[in-house]
């Protein structure tokens, strides 16, 4: 099993910044992807930014130049800088890893959500 641990979500203004972090332990190997998603009250979970274990990114449209995905493959973290936020990047923010076994099956895991509201 894995589990995720997120961290770093809160209150900003617009314009600021902040960044969450994901932790993650258990069985972990060393072929996958960590990622986040977002999801706002009525609306449908989206993929925010991810990045593989070889460090490959990709990003939403709508975050591309203001967010950075980056990790630490030490720590097994993921992080997630967000500059120039705007009130519709409100939303919770979930970890995602996917991760393929020696028996090349894949497996996805989410954390519990942190919450980032932009707001004046």
């Known amino acids: 099993q894995v589990q995720l641990v997120e961290s770093g979500g809160g209150l900003v203004q617009p314009g600021g910044s902040l960044r969450v972090s994901c932790a993650a332990s258990?069985?972990?190997?060393?072929?996958?992807?960590m990622g986040w998603y977002r999801q706002a009250p009525g609306k449908e979970r989206e993929l925010v930014a991810a990045?593989?274990?070889?460090?490959?990114?990709n990003y939403a449209d709508s975050v591309k130049g203001r967010f950075t995905i980056s990790r630490d493959n030490a720590k097994n973290t993921v992080y997630l800088q967000m500059n120039s936020l705007k009130p519709e990047d409100t939303a919770v923010y979930y970890c995602?890893?996917?991760?393929?076994?020696?028996?090349?099956?894949?497996?996805?895991?989410w954390g519990q959500g942190t919450q980032v509201t932009v707001s004046s």
């Open positions: 995602n890893r996917k991760q393929r076994t020696w028996t090349s099956t894949w497996y996805e895991y």
């Open positions: 258990g069985t972990l190997f060393s072929i996958n992807a």
């Open positions: 990045i593989t274990s070889l460090g490959s990114t």
